[in-house]
C-alpha cells in the first residue's frame, strides 16, 4: 500500500500534476470526464469527475434512486515557493529565481537539497490558450544555507526572511535570459509563446518506509488524498452516491473558485440531483449525506510530549485519528463523531482522539469551510504525522491501509435517518 502511495506523491509534484494522475487513475477504471461548461447526460451505474481550473476535482457515481452523498474531501496542495512571473535573477556569478511563499512551510526544510519545478504553463494556442503540465524534474534548484563560519547564529533561532534567504540558485552564469528558454526546451515550444505560468519549487525526493514508519514529502495531504482514491476506487454498491473531492488551495485559506470554499462541491451535486430527475429533493438528499473531511493530524512529538494535550495525543500507527476542536475549526461533533467510530468499529481499524491543548491555537482544515456552501454532518479525520509542513514529513507506515480500509467501508454505506437520530447502514 505505501509503495502506491509514493507513486502517487511521485506523480503530484503539484497540484495540477494530482488531479491530472488522479484523472488518469479514474479514467483507467472506466470513469468518464465532465465539463462545468458543458450539459451533463448521466447513466446511472456510471462512473464521472469534473475537475475546475485543473487542480480540484470531484468524482461520483451515478445512481438513479439514491438516498444522499458519502463523501471524501481532501487537498492535494502544500507549503512550498511559487516562481514570480519575472522570475530571473543575477548577481555574484550566479542565477536564481525569485519566489514568493505559498502556505505556511517550515523554511529550513527546504535548504540545503535537489529542488525540482513543477506546475502549468499557459501557451499561446492561434486567438487562445492552452494549458500545459509541465515538471523540470529532480534536481534543477537549491536553496543554498550561509556557512555557519558567516551565520555563527544559525543554530540560534534564526529568523528566515523569505525575499533574501529562500531564493533558490538555478546554476552559474551572469547573463540573464535563462529561464523562460528552459520552460519552452522542455515544452517544445516557442519562447514567445509562453504567456504565464503557475509554478512552483517541490521537493523530489522518493517516499522510504523504514523501521515501521515512512518519510515522503507532501504527506499532508497526499496520504489522506490517495487512501480516499483507493478506497472509492475499491468500494462496493451503497444506496448512496459516493463522492471523492480534492480540493486546491488548502493551504492558503481555500477561498478561491477551486477552493473549498467555492461553489464546486456545491454546483456539483445540485447538477447531479438535476440531471438525475432530483433535483427539488436536493435538500433532502444533503440532510442524508455525510462529508469525512481527511487532512493529516499532528503525532505526539517524541522529543515535546509536552506540546500535546495530555489526554488527546495520538500516535503515529495508532490508526485513524478524529479530530476536535470547541471552536469548531474541526467539524467533529457528538453525532458525526458517534458515526465514525461506528464506522472504524466495522471496518476493523483502530481511531483516536486528537485535540490541541487549551492554550495552543491549532490549524484548519477543508470541513468547516466547505460547509459554508454544502452544510451537513461532517467529521474532521486524518492520519497522524510528525514535521508537517516539512519538505520531508514523516508518518506511521501501518496507518495509511487503516484509513483506506475505513473509507472503503464509508464508500459502501448510505446514511439513514431514524427514530433516534441516524445510521450509517
Ligand atoms: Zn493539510
Request: contains cysteine.
Amino acid at each position: 500500500m505505501n509503495r502506491k502511495l509514493f507513486d502517487y506523491i511521485a506523480a503530484s509534484p503539484s497540484p495540477y500534476h494530482a488531479v491530472a494522475h488522479s484523472a488518469e487513475t479514474l479514467r483507467a477504471a472506466g470513469f468518464l470526464p465532465l465539463s462545468e461548461g458543458e450539459d451533463w447526460d448521466l447513466t446511472p451505474g456510471q462512473g464521472y469527475y469534473v475537475t475546475r481550473n485543473g487542480s480540484s476535482l470531484i468524482a461520483f457515481r451515478a445512481r438513479r434512486d439514491f438516498s444522499g452523498f458519502l463523501m471524501t474531501a481532501s487537498h492535494c496542495d502544500s507549503p512550498t515557493f511559487k516562481i514570480k512571473e519575472n522570475a530571473e535573477l543575477t548577481g555574484s556569478g550566479c542565477r536564481r529565481l525569485a519566489v514568493e511563499k505559498y502556505g505556511g512551510m517550515l523554511m529550513s526544510t527546504w535548504m540545503d537539497r535537489p529542488l525540482g519545478i513543477a506546475g502549468r504553463v499557459l501557451l499561446r494556442k492561434g486567438s487562445g490558450i492552452e494549458s500545459r503540465l509541465l515538471d523540470l524534474g529532480g534536481a534543477c534548484a537549491v536553496i543554498p544555507n550561509v556557512a555557519i563560519h558567516m551565520n555563527r547564529k544559525a543554530n540560534d533561532g534564526y529568523s528566515w526572511n523569505p525575499a533574501v534567504d529562500l531564493l533558490p540558485l538555478w546554476g552559474s552564469g551572469e547573463e540573464k535570459g535563462f529561464f523562460r528558454p528552459t520552460l519552452a526546451m522542455a515544452l517544445a515550444c516557442r519562447e514567445e509563446d509562453i504567456l504565464a505560468t503557475d509554478l512552483a519549487l517541490y521537493n523530489p525526493q522518493e517516499g522510504v518506509e523504514w523501521n515501521g514508519l515512512l518519510s515522503a514529502p507532501r504527506l499532508d495531504d497526499l496520504q489522506c488524498a490517495f487512501s480516499g482514491l483507493t478506497a472509492f476506487l475499491a468500494a462496493g454498491e451503497s444506496g448512496a452516491i459516493p463522492v471523492y473531492c480534492l480540493f486546491d488551495n488548502e493551504e492558503v485559506g481555500s477561498q478561491t473558485k477551486q477552493g473549498a470554499a467555492s461553489t464546486f462541491l456545491r454546483d456539483t451535486l445540485e447538477r447531479v440531483c438535476e440531471t438525475l430527475g432530483q433535483g427539488e429533493k436536493y435538500r433532502q438528499k444533503v440532510a442524508r449525506s455525510f462529508l469525512l473531511s481527511c487532512d493529516n493530524a499532528h503525532a505526539v512529538h517524541p522529543n515535546h510530549p509536552e506540546l500535546s494535550d495530555p489526554n488527546h495525543g495520538v500516535k503515529l500507527n495508532g490508526g485513524v485519528v478524529i479530530k476536535y476542536n470547541a471552536a469548531q475549526h474541526y467539524t467533529s461533533d457528538g453525532v458525526s463523531a458517534a458515526l465514525l467510530q461506528l464506522l472504524c468499529e466495522e471496518a476493523g481499524v483502530p481511531f483516536q482522539r486528537y485535540a490541541n491543548r487549551a492554550d495552543m491555537a491549532g490549524g484548519s482544515t477543508l470541513g468547516n469551510i466547505a460547509n459554508t456552501q454544502v452544510s451537513l454532518n461532517t467529521v474532521d479525520i486524518g492520519l497522524p504525522q510528525l514535521a508537517m509542513h516539512s519538505a520531508w514529513e514523516t508518518a506511521g507506515a501501518e496507518d495509511t491501509s487503516s484509513m483506506v480500509r475505513a473509507l472503503t467501508v464509508f464508500y459502501g454505506k448510505s446514511l439513514e435517518l431514524t427514530e433516534n437520530g441516524l445510521a450509517l447502514v
